[in-house]
């Protein structure tokens, strides 16, 4: 079993929209949470970590349900810029392993 | 304070040449990992490194692929005698070893064999 699942879409929609993404992580001891952003041939760069009572930051919003395993991340009024890919992560509590999901494509059409 | 810095950028080997991948971890950093990804696919893990150790490698295959993390001098991923299936971006990341920190990512190294 994985330790990251993702949904990996593609999502296409449309600027201004609202978008999540839902991502499960398997093992109970994963202490630290965080998005990253991929773009096309680029290498990912942190979006947001993700704390238990959950945050926001702009238009973004992360969420993390620990008694589920799940972790969301909601993208509200969609812009052009924001067609990427969207990595869940975890890290353990022991160790600093990262364990990345295989990401979710995201097109925002014009 | 420089980022993670990886080089070469691109690199081009034929089949059955070596490759050597390097990566210094942005300063303060103690820990290196190396992902690689295929085209059209996710990032998959390789091989977590500490100064002078290997901590994980149980994303690295069995033959022809090594890892190091010396005292002195960056991370080096070593490919002996490649084939075509090498070919894809290899990614190097670095944290420190607090609790709750993120990976910085470098740039990558993209391995083309021919």
């Known amino acids: 079993r994985k330790e990251v699942e993702q949904d990996p879409g593609p999502f ?12 499960t992580y398997s093992n109970s001891a994963s202490q630290s949470f965080f998005w990253y952003r991929q773009d096309c041939r680029k290498e990912p760069k942190l979006l947001m970590s993700v704390y238990s009572s959950g945050n926001e930051d702009g238009r973004f919003t992360a ?12 993208i509200r009024d969609s812009k052009l810029s924001d067609s990427a890919t969207y990595l869940c992560v975890v890290s353990l509590r022991t160790g600093n392993q990262f364990y990345f999901g295989t990401g979710t494509s995201l097109t925002v059409i014009p | 304070n420089a980022g993670v810095m990886q080089n070469p950028r691109h690199l081009v080997r034929r089949r059955g040449q070596e490759a050597r991948l390097r ?26 490194l500490q100064k002078e150790n290997i901590i994980d490698e149980s994303g690295m295959p069995k033959e022809r692929f090594s890892a190091e993390f010396p005292k002195e001098g960056p991370s ?5 005698q490649v084939v075509r299936g090498d070919s894809a971006a290899y990614f ?6 607090s609790r709750d920190t993120e990976a910085f990512f470098g740039q990558g190294t993209r391995l083309t064999v021919v």
């Open chain 1, 12 to 23: 296409n929609v449309p600027e201004g929209a609202t978008v999540a993404f839902n991502c």
């Open chain 1, 63 to 74: 969420q993390l349900n620990r008694a589920s395993q799940y972790i969301s991340l909601l």
């Open chain 2, 23 to 48: 990566c210094s971890p942005m300063k303060g950093h103690s820990h290196v990992y190396w992902y690689r990804q295929l085209p059209e696919e996710g990032l998959k893990f390789m091989v977590y």
């Open chain 2, 76 to 80: 080096i991923l070593r490919i002996q």
């Open chain 2, 92 to 97: 190097c990341a670095s944290s420190t070893q």
